[in-house]
């Protein structure tokens, strides 16, 4: 099925001996009524020529970050928002060294380093380069990034060597690309929301009670949605986040108003609630200052459990509901407990007494709790919150599909 028409792929082309196969790649993109832009490195074109890659794609090959006319047609930040998605083709190891420096020298690693689009590289070097340490810190480097790599494959290189380093065959890099596609159009129908943050409980009109939550798990999560397709809806407690305009932030203070929030923002297909709620406001919030006293004694009432009302009213409930637990002992234990009282179709738990990962850390290590698998739990090591929410939303789209 063709996922690619219409689209536009911004096709980086570098200086290694596959270049050439970069041609048969325009070819396959082109028949698919796809539009294609290219960049060539200054060592590609050693290897192919601007002539040869302008035929082929029909389109204006760009090749200078200081060019006049160039910028005054489409500049390189505009070059890198036009694309739906860049592609490196092939990716040699000094461009990987070089994006995962975050170099910006030439026009390929500027327009890469200016882009909030997704990037595939697709490797190509001799064996012993690729088994590089360097190398390989590199491009797990880029990984966590979020950058996609394609192959490479073990097989004959140019050199004459055998070994891993060999670039994906064209017609797979195009397979891959048009799945891709295929995904983000398959998500476009389907809606998510998620909570994140905390909640801010008024004492009175200046003080409040809060917890340490920053909304980065949740602003992870929304964006790996948004990036996958799904239409994404950000219910959020107050941060200091800034997130993408592709995905719909209703910002709010305290546990009632997240509640309103999230009723008016379904259905949807998944719900996640990433938010640290608070699980009591004041019972009299005061209306003026309170003055200073020798004791206060405050009443406290328990806040409405937002995820426990939505996973329990039948027609509100997404098909997909999952909670977070977090927790400082018993994990296990209570993560289970919350999965079956909450009534969720997963529980994600994380270890809130270490201070490396969890509230306000770029990091995170979860346990995923699952209602219907015999499995009692699976673990995500200790990574970024961007990577841990990319493993997450793999598991959302695997289940709705
Ligand atoms: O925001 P960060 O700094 O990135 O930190 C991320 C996080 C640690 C806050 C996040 O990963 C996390 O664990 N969120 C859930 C925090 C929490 O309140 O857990 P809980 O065990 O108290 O609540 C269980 C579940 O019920 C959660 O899904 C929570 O959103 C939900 N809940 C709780 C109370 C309430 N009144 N309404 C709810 O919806």
Not at 138 to 161: F, R, T
């Amino acid at each position: 099925m063709n996922n690619l028409s219409q689209k536009k792929i911004l096709l980086i082309i570098c200086g290694g001996i596959s270049a050439y196969k970069s041609l048969e790649l325009i070819r396959l993109l082109r028949k698919q009524d796809v539009e294609v832009k290219t960049i060539l490195t200054k060592s590609a074109k050693e290897f192919v020529t601007p002539l040869s890659v302008a035929s082929l794609s029909q389109g204006k090959v760009y090749d200078d970050l200081f060019n006049a006319k160039n910028e005054a047609e489409m500049d390189h930040i505009s070059l890198s928002r036009w694309a739906d998605v860049i592609l490196v083709v092939p990716a040699t190891a000094n461009t990987i060294s070089k994006l995962s420096a975050g170099s910006s020298d030439d026009l390929a690693s500027t327009v890469i380093l200016a882009s909030d689009k997704d990037i595939f590289l697709t490797p190509a070097m001799n064996v012993r380069m690729w088994e590089h340490p360097s190398t390989k810190q590199n491009l797990n480097k880029l990984k966590s990034y979020g950058y996609k790599i394609i192959g490479p494959e073990i097989g004959d290189m140019a050199c004459g060597e055998f070994g891993e380093g060999k670039m994906t065959e064209p017609k797979n890099i195009f397979q891959t690309i048009n799945e891709y596609f295929g995904e983000l159009n398959k998500n476009k129908r389907l809606k998510a929301l998620i909570t994140a943050g905390p909640t801010k409980e008024y004492i009175d009109p200046v003080r409040f009670i809060t917890n340490k939550s920053s909304g980065k798990q949740g602003y992870a999560l929304a964006k790996s949605l948004a990036k996958r397709g799904f239409q994404t809806t950000l219910i959020s407690g107050p941060t200091n986040l800034q997130i993408d305009d592709n995905i719909n932030l209703i910002k709010v203070e305290t546990a009632d108003e997240m509640f309103k929030a999230t009723q008016e923002n379904l259905p949807a297909d998944v719900a996640i609630f990433s938010a640290a709620v608070a699980d009591f406001k004041v019972k009299e919030k005061k209306n003026e200052k309170i003055k200073k006293q020798d004791h206060l004694s405050l009443e406290l009432e328990k806040n409405i459990d937002i995820l426990n009302y939505v996973s329990k009213h039948n027609s509100l409930r997404p098909k997909l509901v999952i909670g977070f637990a977090a927790e400082t002992n018993n994990i296990q234990e209570n993560a289970q407990k919350k999965l079956i009282e909450k009534n969720c179709d997963w529980i994600i738990a994380n270890d809130v007494s270490n201070n490396s990962i969890g509230f306000d850390s770029d990091f995170n290590e979860v346990s995923i709790f699952y209602k219907d698998k015999e499995m009692i739990n699976e673990k995500l090591a200790m990574k970024k919150k961007s990577e841990i929410s990319e493993e997450i939303i793999n598991r959302v789209i695997k289940q709705l599909n």
